[in-house]
């Protein structure tokens, strides 16, 4: 079984930071994406960054410029540094994998559990 954890919402008032952790455990042989997706109340869940296996990032256009993508192989975690926080940035953020855990298998995408994010004005 896989498990995202992830860490780092909070509360913050317009103009700050926050850094977003996500930590992908289990049965893991290889991981092609990570990502992040928010949700925000009445809205569709979309994508906000995301890293390829190969380092390549894309970022939603509003992010540009204040979100910056990572990740750490070695302990298949990604991480979302959030700076210039808006009050529209305010929502649900969740983490994602797409993985298989054994060669040959399936490809796969996970989530995890969510974590909000909140920024006042």
């Known amino acids: 079984q896989v498990q995202l954890v992830e860490s780092g919402g909070g509360l913050v008032q317009a103009g700050g930071s926050l850094r977003l952790s996500c930590a992908a455990s289990?049965?893991?042989?290889?991981?092609?994406?990570m990502g992040w997706y928010r949700q925000a109340p009445g809205k569709e869940r979309e994508l906000v960054a995301i890293?390829?296996?190969?380092?390549?990032?894309n970022y939603i256009d509003s992010a540009k410029g204040r979100f910056t993508i990572s990740r750490d192989s070695a302990k298949n975690t990604v991480n979302l540094q959030m700076n210039t926080l808006k009050p529209e940035d305010t929502a649900v953020y969740y983490c994602n994998a797409n993985l298989r855990s054994a060669a040959g298998t399936t490809w796969l995408s996970y989530w995890g559990q969510g974590t909000q994010v909140t920024v006042s004005s």
């Open positions: 289990g049965t893991i042989f290889s991981i092609n994406t």
């Open positions: 890293i390829y296996r190969n380092g390549d990032t």
